[in-house]
Every structure is written in structure tokens, then in C-alpha cells.
């Protein structure tokens, strides 16, 4: 399967605790995105990068997240401390620059 | 403002009812434009890009306008299938991919 992977699919955690998600993109995009939605909801940009640099990320996001893409493929996304509010469907996406970007299937992620 | 803004819907058609959507977006350096679907609980998907001469694929049409700012998505004789979110994308020089908040529809017989 050539598309973009994400893992796990569903993480169901303890607030407090903290998460890592893990984003494969397409192989030679150079664009990858990470996006939260929550239900009725449109995807909220979180950040993105080109290659291994981190472009933009945005004002709304939390010091407790982080992301690496340390080597311009895989990303990953930590949550520290989690909270419930937290509790989403994260999003990772890839593209060449300015083009269409293709979604992977999502983690799902529920605080308790 | 928000940066990319939609019709916020439900849109309720019968079968082969024709329905349009609407999208706004502020930043005029915008440059690349896009609508997905995204069904209940899946992650969107590209239904099509939107170029400045509009453009067509079936039953779908696709309009830019640059000048005041917006782009419609035409869907001629709806059909059940196509009951789910249309979000409208934007893709600015030098940032992220900007979703609108979704237009749902719902196809009914």
C-alpha cells in the first residue's frame, strides 16, 4: 500500500498520560500535515512540514504538543499530559507542494 | 474573518435534485484550490481540484472566482452516494492547507 499509514489506529488513554502518534507519508512528497477534527467539525490545522522543517505551526496548539519529522519522511506527533479536551481524531496528510494532499485513515484518540 | 468559509448546511435533496455549494476565502495570495468528501467517521478525500477556467468530472463542476474570492462545487442529478461533508480547501504560498468547516448533504429517494 502506497498511501499515507498512521498508528495506531485507536489509542485510548489515561489523562495525564502522554501519547505518540506515528505518520508515514506518501514517499516523495515532500509536504506533511497534521490536522485534529473533532465530530461536526472541519480539520483544524495542527502543523506541517517541508521535508525536515517545521513551517508553521498553529497559535492555538498547546505547548503539550509537539512533532518531529526528523529525517523528511515519517513524522510523529506527542501529546503531553493529556486532557480530555484533547480526545480527537488526528489527521495526517501528505502532498507535493501546492498540490492535492492525500489523508491517511487517522488516530483515533479518547482521554478517559 | 475566518480564513475559508462555507455554506454551514444540512443541504436536504431528493435524488436527482441538483445542489450547489458555496465557498468563501480571505487571503487573496491563495493559490491552489480543492474540494473533498469526507464521509461519517472516514478521512476526507479528494473529490477534485478547482481550477481558474472551472472545471468538470460527471456529475460535478467545479468554479473559481478569483477576483471576489469564492469557489462553488456543482453536483447535477444527486444520487444516495453522495450524501456526506464537502470541504472546501485552500492552499496558500507558504502555509498549510486551510479546511473549511464542511457542508453536509443528505440524498434521500
Known amino acids: 500500500d502506497t498511501g499515507v499509514s498512521q498508528n495506531p489506529r485507536h489509542k485510548i488513554t489515561k489523562r495525564g498520560q502522554n501519547v505518540t502518534f506515528r505518520c508515514d507519508p506518501i514517499s516523495e512528497h515532500n509536504r506533511l500535515y497534521w490536522y485534529r477534527q473533532t465530530l461536526g467539525q472541519g480539520p483544524e490545522f495542527l502543523t506541517y512540514?517541508?521535508?525536515?522543517?517545521?513551517?508553521?505551526k498553529s497559535r492555538l496548539l498547546s505547548d503539550r504538543f509537539s512533532a518531529e519529522r526528523p529525517k523528511g519522511s515519517f513524522s510523529t506527533l506527542e501529546i503531553q499530559r493529556t486532557e480530555q479536551g484533547d480526545s480527537a481524531m488526528y489527521l495526517c496528510?501528505?502532498?507535493?507542494?501546492?498540490?492535492?494532499?492525500?489523508f491517511g485513515q487517522g488516530t483515533r484518540l479518547t482521554v478517559v | 474573518r475566518k480564513e475559508v468559509e462555507q455554506d454551514p448546511g444540512p443541504f436536504n435533496v431528493p435524488e436527482g435534485a441538483t445542489v450547489a455549494f458555496n465557498c468563501t476565502y480571505s487571503n487573496s495570495a491563495s493559490q491552489s484550490f480543492f474540494w473533498y468528501r469526507q464521509d461519517c467517521r472516514k478521512e476526507p478525500k479528494l473529490l477534485m481540484s478547482?481550477?481558474?477556467s472551472g472545471n468538470e468530472d460527471g456529475r460535478f463542476t467545479a468554479q473559481l472566482n478569483r477576483a471576489s474570492q469564492y469557489i462553488s462545487l456543482l453536483i447535477r442529478d444527486s444520487k444516495l452516494s453522495d450524501s456526506a461533508t464537502y470541504l472546501c480547501v485552500v492552499n496558500q504560498a507558504g502555509t498549510a492547507l486551510i479546511f473549511g468547516k464542511g457542508t453536509t448533504l443528505s440524498v434521500s429517494s
Open positions: 478547482v481550477y481558474s
Open positions: 496528510a501528505s502532498s507535493l507542494l501546492f498540490a492535492e494532499a492525500f
Open positions: 512540514f517541508q521535508n525536515e522543517a517545521q513551517l508553521e
